[in-house]
């Protein structure tokens, strides 16, 4: 698969330390997701993703043969991740199946060509603006009520993966540099992570974390990983746009980042070493 703009050559060589972290794993002191409403009984698994150290999510699902396909569904935040995971992937074919400002309920309904081979890969980060987003005034839903509406899409597509047998990876996302955000971004996590836990053949994986601090806070900017394709001579690389949302280096173009993105690299090698592990 070709995606333009974006060399992804150089991240077969890459890294070490790249994944997040979750409730029950191991992590720095003063580290507490905010979303996580009760600890997990799940122990921690560490896999090497296809170049580097990522953590696993936990699993409800019995042993099956691996997924032959990675169907990612979601928006911007998946698509400037794409280039970077699908070399990752170990072999697994990349269905690329996002657009940049989509919710859930854009996916409901639609052939996203999933099978019983397949991983659906879900990773929404809150976006309100579709026509099937609106709060039936002439405008868009806000603050908890994008929450609510998350909550019954995300599982009505978890629910029609599942009708096509096949398993699904929820994708944690990162916090926004914009505070009034938080409680958007915690909600999206928690229906994510509880899905994870009461749903057959569902992970969870908290690949926001690989782009923020070590505190869980917004990161413009982190340490350069061992190997890393590019490295600022700073010593850190750029890891969210100057919008503080996305991965992209300075503004963000629509689609793929036009040059190396360190923080889409991390997002999507978090997510590829717990697709790897499934």
């Not at 601090?213 to 850190?236: I, K, Q, V, W």
Request: some cysteine; hydrophobic content about 40%.
């Amino acid at each position: 698969m070709h995606f333009s703009g974006v060399d992804v050559s150089a991240t077969s060589r890459l890294v070490s330390g790249a994944a997040g972290y979750r409730v029950g794993m191991p992590k720095p002191a003063g580290v507490e997701r905010r979303w996580a409403s009760r600890p997990s009984t799940v122990s921690v698994v560490a896999v090497f993703a296809a170049a580097g150290l990522a953590i696993a999510a936990c699993s409800s699902s019995t042993e099956r043969a691996a997924p032959t396909n990675v169907v990612l569904v979601g928006d911007s935040l998946a698509e400037q991740a794409a280039p970077y995971l699908a070399p990752l992937l170990g072999g697994k074919a990349l269905v690329p199946q996002f657009f940049g400002g989509t919710a859930p309920c854009d996916w409901l309904g639609k052939d996203l060509q999933i099978n019983k081979d397949s991983l659906l890969v879900i990773s929404f980060t809150g976006n309100a603006v579709s026509p099937c987003m609106s709060d039936g005034a002439g405008g868009h839903l806000a603050g908890q009520a994008i929450v609510d509406k998350y909550r019954v899409d995300v599982t009505a597509l978890v629910g029609e993966a599942r009708d096509a047998r096949a398993r699904v990876l929820l994708v944690g996302q990162p916090m926004h540099a914009d505070a009034t955000s938080t409680v958007i971004v915690d909600g999206i996590n928690a229906i994510y992570d509880d899905l994870s836990k009461s749903t057959k053949d569902v992970r969870f994986v908290d690949a926001g974390a690989a782009v923020e601090n070590r505190d869980g806070t917004f990161a413009h900017s982190l340490p350069c990983l061992p190997g890393e394709a590019e490295c600022d001579p700073s010593g850190n690389n750029v890891v969210r746009s100057d919008d503080g949302l996305h991965f992209c280096p300075g503004s963000p173009p629509p689609g793929p980042c036009s040059a190396y993105s360190s923080g889409a690299f991390r997002f999507a090698n978090a997510i590829a070493g717990a697709v790897n592990a499934t």
